[in-house]
């Protein structure tokens, strides 16, 4: 069965500083991983995905992630924090399964604040 | 495209009733998720519908159960509610790849 383990539950950053949030997983074969990010009180929003190819991913609002396998890796990345960022961000895996379709298996989540 | 809708957007039930939620996938999706979310298990996967047939299931008990319409739009239904149903019941839908678009959850409480 695949998991996602993110080691820290919350960083702090400050504003116009870099930002990397880790993300291991563990999965026989090749995984579909994702990154989420949910603000209080909403739903989550994709920021990018990686299903194969290029490891390096760009996503939405700045972000990229590098996927590593030798690592089983998938952190996410930002050169440049803004306050706007501030929120919860989740790291998922997606794996096919028997019968088709698929299911995510998410960690547990880094909430980021930003210091102004 | 509109996103994914889910109705009722907060809830508030009592022990031992039974609830249902609604999603509807953005247009053209033929997959529906569910997904409960609490501070203390996270995210954790309900089931999955795809053309009106269940395709993938968690681990949660009989009461949770589902269904998928002919026009792809999903309810799920908790029965015999317990408080540790209180959760943000979130649903997913995808199309042809394999990426999934949340909609804003429904916040149930029960007392």
């Known amino acids: 069965a695949q998991s996602v383990t993110q080691p820290d539950i919350h960083i702090t950053v400050s504003e116009g500083a870099s930002l990397e949030l880790r993300c291991n997983y563990s999965?026989?074969?090749?995984?579909?991983l994702f990154w989420y990010v949910q603000s209080p009180g909403q739903g989550l929003q994709l920021l990018l995905k990686y299903f194969s190819g290029d490891t390096l991913v760009q996503g939405i609002k700045g972000f990229e992630a590098e996927f590593k396998r030798s690592q089983s890796s998938f952190n996410l990345r930002k050169p440049s924090v803004h306050w706007s960022d501030a929120a919860e961000y989740f790291c998922?895996?997606?794996?096919?399964?028997?019968?088709?379709?698929?299911?995510?298996?998410f960690g547990t989540g880094t909430q980021l604040k930003v210091e102004l | 495209k509109a996103g994914v809708t889910q109705t009722p957007r907060y809830l508030i039930k009592t022990r031992g009733q039974q609830v249902t939620l609604s999603c509807s996938p953005i247009?053209?999706?033929?997959?529906v998720s569910w997904y409960q979310q609490t501070p203390g298990q996270g995210l954790q996967f309900l089931f999955e519908y795809f053309s009106e047939t269940q395709r993938n299931k968690g681990n949660f008990p009989g009461r949770f159960s589902g269904r998928q319409f002919s026009n792809s739009r999903s309810e799920m239904n908790v029965s015999t509610l317990e408080l540790g149903d209180s959760a943000l019941y979130l649903c997913?839908?995808?199309?042809?790849?394999?990426?999934?678009?949340f909609g804003p959850g429904t916040r149930l409480t029960v007392t």
């Open positions: 247009s053209g999706h033929r997959s």
């Open positions: 999965y026989g074969a090749t995984p579909y």
């Open positions: 998922a895996v997606g794996a096919s399964v028997t019968g088709g379709g698929n299911k995510l298996t």
């Open positions: 997913a839908s995808a199309g042809e790849a394999y990426e999934q678009y």
